[in-house]
């Protein structure tokens, strides 16, 4: 009896395997709010065929008017694929940011800078399209809404690799 339990556990473990997938990515984007380019790494695991969880990470700076704001956003999303590939994706975002006056001429002249550090918990929803390009690279893109005080949109464009 154990022999049978134990056969069955190992066919449904290895049913069980063949539908999931681990994959690491890299990307880049484009941010909204702070107008600027960031970029990013991305991890996503897939537990059934429709079913899986993602985390990212981005950062974006930029500086205008002696001004630099420096974004650093980590995700965590479920995902559940709609058709194929075609993925809608719901979860949550920590931003962390800060924002520095540099002063007269850039803080060249006159130091007196100023830097403001906050954070914030998100709401992102999205959706996003992999397409595989050979075994186990593929390109990916994304286009998601964060819901903050000043909600955002964050596009963005990558590699995958799967595993």
Same mark, same amino acid.
């Given at each position: ?97 800060? &924002? ?15 830097? &403001? ?15 595989? /390009?050979?075994?186990? &690279? ?9 819901? /903050? ?9 990558? &590699?995958?690799?799967?595993?």
């Amino acid at each position: 009896m154990k022999k049978i339990i134990l056969v069955a556990t190992l066919i449904i473990t290895s049913l069980q395997l063949h539908a999931q997938e681990f994959g690491i990515g890299a990307h880049a984007g484009y941010l909204t709010e702070i107008d600027a380019i960031g970029a990013g790494i991305d991890f996503n695991y897939d537990f059934t065929e429709k079913w899986g969880i993602s985390t990212a990470t981005v950062f974006s700076a930029t500086e205008e008017g002696g001004i630099r704001n420096k974004w650093f956003a980590v995700d965590l999303n479920a995902r559940y694929y709609v058709v194929d590939k075609l993925y809608a994706f719901a979860g949550g975002e920590y931003l962390s940011l800060t &924002v520095k006056t540099l002063g007269l001429g850039g803080g060249v002249i006159g130091g007196t800078e100023t830097t &403001v550090q906050d954070s914030e918990f998100g709401v992102n929803l999205g959706t996003g399209y992999r397409y595989n /390009l050979v075994d186990n &690279v593929n390109l990916f893109a994304e286009v998601k809404y964060v819901l /903050l005080d000043a909600g955002y949109v964050h596009a963005k464009a990558g &590699v995958h690799f799967s595993f």
